[in-house]
């Protein structure tokens, strides 16, 4: 059994550094999804499942330039399987021939529920056909995930014999486009707790991961992970998104901060400026402020004053010898 796993949706794809910054950060892989890509976009995760594009073209067009090249982890492809003109096998071809030898299920049908789901289902283009697909990929000598969200989808991935199954909570709480999660933090362990007592008594080689839903801190996956015995997360807002907003939030105040400090200095600077002019004076030294308070003072009598004094020692010295 592997040690506990730390994963990583693909960050944010138009900066290839963030996925070598999570390979430092400790990532065992890095998934590339439709996902990471839209959040890149400013699009909410659950936008993967619409369809907007060919998922599988998609994700081959950024993950192969931008994230294969130079990702020091394996990498795991996030396959589609809803397109009922290609077999997956064909897909699993493209995939394979691109440099990819891992495979993911997403987008994915375990996100789809009611009447569209069964329909999905009926039609064969829902989970089965996903479970096929890691099948094939299992064939080909690719390592596989599966995403699941119940406990018959959880055994049906154990007894296809997938080499990690990922419990995901449901899409991301947190953020400004976080959705709202049915479970609590406790709640979710729990049930992960039972699903994962569940796989493991199927085969004790698949590992089992945590991943969406109310998990939004380390503290909280560290939480989680124990009640739940997990062997790892799988982070996909919670690592490029969440913490994004939040930066990007701070540094744009900061940058604000300043921006309105600066303009209060402006604004002191020219009083400052308009009472030198009025007495004539250039100077912001603590003596020179004593000088105007004394010049104010001063002012205010009825009496005829009189200033002497030098500009400076060497003048002195002249005036005395002249």
Known sequence: MAQRLHATWQPRSCERSNDQAASRGGADFILALNAGRLRSMGAPSIFSLLALRNSNDFVLDFARSEILPFAKVPIFF????????????????????????????????????????????????????????????????????????????????????VDIINLNLGWNVGGSVGSRSGLGLAQAAEYAKIVFRQIRGISQEILCLLGGGPIVSPDQMYEASIVAKADGYIGGSTIDRVPLEA???????????????QKRIDELERKLEHVQREYLTVGRSPLIHQIKQRIEKLAASPLSVMITGTRNRKEAAHTRHS
């Open 78 to 161: 996030g396959a589609s399987a809803f397109d009922p003109r290609s077999s997956v096998e064909a897909e699993l071809g493209r995939i394979a021939e691109a440099g990819f030898g891992a495979v993911v299920n997403f987008p994915t049908a375990i996100f789809l529920n009611g009447r569209f789901r069964a329909d999905i289902e009926c039609a064969g283009l829902g989970f089965q056909r996903e479970l096929e697909m890691l099948r094939v990929a299992q064939e080909r000598g690719m390592a596989t995930l599966a995403y699941v969200c119940s406990m018959t989808e959880a055994e049906q991935a154990a007894e296809a014999g």
């Open 247 to 261: 930066s990007m939030e701070r540094i744009t105040s900061a940058f604000k901060s300043v921006g309105t400090l």
